[in-house]
């Protein structure tokens, strides 16, 4: 019994979304590995690539990826991209016992807010119009409103880089998945590009020997590697739980607009139509701003690590030596009938501060 195009692309949606949200797990153990024997990929570090945890789930990811890429030829956009949602309960659930990352109560309703808003936006997206030629989308990637948005893309990430990482980067979520987002939105239309050209050639019509075709895959290849660089980056210094949710949203989000902005998919677009893709927006700021705000922050000093006073500020010591010691005097001038043994203690009190200070 042969089953429909719709359910095998359903099929691998669903696979794919598994190896996607398995992977983002796989490869926070390998960073967290590679981070503890040497230099942290947050910090520009590259161990991470001699740790085979790490390539497992590289591979756990691309096998995701093609899954997904495969999807899209059997059923359609409105089909498979919601369904990228579950890579997101996947990871959650799987950091929560994987990773001990804990996923606070509004943190749930984060993730649930940004599922539900995008759902509502691919569902709501206008439909693409496919392209029968690299020619064609050539015309279209050099029409005046795809270059201004394409310009804007990579001023964004620029910016990003030069000025907001060495900043921000280690304290806000936004700026290195900002920049895997940005690129992906790029990379998926090359990808789409080089995919009709290979669907081409193999129906009998060769498009390897257009320009355009190796420009479409050199902008892949370097989108793809950038993309890799910083989501390694944001895995490595910010919670997986958090990670894998705003990645989703901002690169499903931007790829809904280079899309529309490239194949004009937005004309024709009635009333309510518009206004359910307003509501899905502000409902994926919403889940975004909810899960970042909720985020747990990981401790400094991991379990089983030794605490090294020299590393704290003496005034830190001070307090904390302070606050313990002027308890017990309290207790014991209480407890203690001999004023002796009351004198002996403030004594060490102010023995022990004299020496942390």
Known sequence: MGYSENTRGLVL???????????????????????A?????????????????????????????????VAYIYAPAVLV??????????????AH???????????????ILCIVGSVVIVIHAPQEHMPTSVQEIWILAIQPAFVIYAAATISIVVALMLHFEPRYGQTNVLVYLGICSLMGALTVVSIKAIGIAIKLTLEGISQIAYPQTWFFLAVAVICVIMQLNYLNKALDTFNAAIVSPIYYVMFTTLTIIASAIMFKDWAGQDAS??????CGFITVLSGTIVLHVTREQEPANPPGKKLKLKHVPTTQLYKLYASH?????????????????VWQWIFLSATLKSIVT
């Open 325 to 341: 010691l002027d308890v017990c005097i309290s207790l014991v001038s209480c407890n203690l009938k001999s004023s002796k043994k």
């Open 273 to 278: 139509s518009i206004v359910s893709e307003l």
């Open 97 to 111: 016992f994987m990773l001990r990352e804990r996923l606070q109560r509004l943190g749930v309703v984060g993730c």
């Open 13 to 35: 949606a669903m696979v794919s979304s598994l190896f996607i949200g398995t992977s983002f797990i796989l490869k926070k153990k390998g960073l967290k590995r590679a981070a």
């Open 81 to 94: 991209t919601p369904l990228g949602a579950l890579s997101i309960i996947i990871s959650a659930v799987l």
């Open 37 to 69: 024997a040497g230099t942290r990929a947050g910090g520009g570090g590259y161990t991470y690539l001699l740790e085979p945890l790490w390539w497992v789930g590289m591979i756990t990811m691309i096998v995701g990826e093609v899954s997904n890429f």
